[in-house]
């Protein structure tokens, strides 16, 4: 169900993302999913994005840890590539649709504005937690290589942004260009950095 979740996040956004939707999506009986997520839409987002944080965050520390901030960037945007490529451009990042849509409940009747509103807050707060944690892999990867604290947190920002922002870019285009060329900017920019 948290799979199903994230898929449909990456793939359709927040507002899609209904637990009907999920049931549907996931193959799972109605009743496991109110079961498992007893607060409804809400939970099941924050366990859904906390899915696709970890999806990002594991290989992204594997790859620099093991082959340092550019070769393990480049490996990266790679399999950014290959998910872009092999879902004919429709996944993209569930942790950014949370970030850029707007909070709905699946209940019927008059929604409340000031809990919508609250759980909106609550997360943006997680996805802002998980660009964090992305940024700080990167930074440290840095820091590693010999880049100062402040320029690696600099470059390491420049990294995911770009990163984000471009997957979005090849989403509108249906084409990996814009990740390529985005990809080559930062890895210039690392280059230089780390010369």
Same mark, same amino acid.
């Given at each position: 169900?948290?799979? +199903?979740?994230?898929?449909?996040?990456?793939?359709? /956004?927040?507002?899609?993302?209904?637990?009907?939707?999920?049931?549907?999506?996931?193959?799972?009986?109605? /009743?496991?999913?109110?079961?498992?997520?007893?607060? +409804?839409?809400?939970?099941?987002?924050? #366990?859904?994005?906390?899915?696709?944080?970890?999806?990002?965050?594991?290989?992204?520390?594997?790859?620099?840890?093991?082959?340092?901030?550019?070769?393990?960037?480049?490996?990266?945007?790679?399999?950014?590539?290959?998910?872009?490529?092999?879902?004919?451009? !429709?996944? /993209?990042?569930?942790?950014?649709?949370?970030?850029?849509? !707007?909070?709905?409940?699946?209940?019927?009747?008059?929604?409340?504005?000031?809990?919508?509103?609250?759980?909106?807050?609550?997360?943006?707060?997680?996805?802002?937690?998980?660009? +964090?944690?992305?940024?700080?892999?990167?930074?440290?990867?840095? !820091?590693?290589?010999?880049?100062?604290?402040?320029?690696?947190?600099?470059?390491?920002?420049?990294?995911?942004?770009?990163?984000?922002?471009?997957?979005?870019?090849?989403?509108? #285009?249906?084409?990996?260009?814009?990740?390529?060329?985005?990809?080559?900017?930062?890895?210039?920019?690392?280059?230089?950095?780390?010369?």
């Amino acid at each position: 169900m948290i799979v +199903g979740a994230a898929d449909l996040l990456r793939r359709k /956004g927040m507002t899609a993302t209904s637990m009907r939707e999920v049931v549907r999506h996931s193959n799972t009986p109605r /009743g496991s999913i109110t079961h498992h997520f007893p607060g +409804g839409k809400r939970q099941l987002l924050e #366990a859904a994005v906390e899915h696709a944080g970890r999806e990002v965050s594991e290989p992204l520390a594997q790859l620099l840890s093991k082959h340092g901030p550019v070769k393990g960037m480049e490996l990266f945007v790679a399999l950014w590539r290959k998910t872009l490529e092999e879902t004919a451009f !429709q996944a /993209g990042c569930a942790v950014l649709a949370v970030a850029v849509e !707007q909070y709905s409940s699946d209940q019927r009747g008059e929604p409340e504005p000031e809990l919508e509103a609250q759980i909106q807050l609550q997360l943006l707060d997680q996805a802002n937690a998980i660009f +964090g944690e992305w940024q700080e892999i990167v930074g440290r990867s840095l !820091q590693e290589a010999g880049v100062t604290d402040v320029r690696s947190r600099s470059l390491a920002l420049l990294a995911i942004a770009s990163i984000e922002g471009s997957v979005a870019l090849c989403r509108a #285009a249906r084409s990996a260009a814009p990740l390529d060329l985005i990809w080559q900017e930062v890895k210039r920019s690392f280059a230089r950095e780390l010369a």
